[in-house]
């Protein structure tokens, strides 16, 4: 299933529901490795640009981080968002892995440290779309 840039355009996402269907319109089950960012307006509607960032590290470092962060800065301003979704495109099933959590942890924090707003994250697995709760990254993962 797809959606026509003028009808994501048209229909504010307002709920994380209404996200993770957009998410799954648009990106859907995982077919490689990649990076996404989509960017909402003021009024959460969704821009026509959707930015596919390919073969992203599979543990976050410095050099990326900073990198991917300056990106999402630099398209916001140039667009005019106020709002970004990332979604990590990966091969695996949609069990949040140490490297998820890693890459969503340092996104969010360096955002957060240049007053980007993140509205949300996503997996992109195999079989489908998952939401990636704060509670997913926000604290250490226990090894059991």
């Known amino acids: 299933m797809s959606i026509h840039a003028d009808d994501a355009a048209a229909a504010p996402l307002r709920s994380d529901q209404q996200i993770e269907d957009r998410v799954r319109a ?44 300056a990106l999402a800065s630099m398209l916001m301003e140039e667009y005019d968002a106020k709002q970004v979704i990332f979604v ?6 949609e069990i ?27 997996i992109s697995h195999r079989n489908g779309v998952r939401w990636l709760a704060v509670d997913d990254y926000a604290k250490e993962l226990l090894v059991t």
């Not at 990590?88 to 099933?93: F, G, I, L, Y």
Request: charge should be negative; glycine fraction near 4%; hydrophobic fraction near 45%.
């Open 26 to 69: 648009l990106v859907g089950r995982a077919i490689k490795r990649q990076w996404w960012m989509l960017f909402l307006d003021g009024e959460d509607r969704q821009l026509d640009t959707l930015v596919p960032i390919e073969g992203y590290p599979l543990e976050p470092d410095e050099a990326a981080v900073a990198s991917f962060t």
């Open 96 to 122: 949040v892995s140490p490297c998820d959590a890693a890459w969503a942890r340092a996104m969010a924090d360096a955002c957060r440290d240049r007053r980007i707003f993140v509205r949300a994250q996503l």
């Open 88 to 93: 990590w495109e990966r091969r695996a099933d």
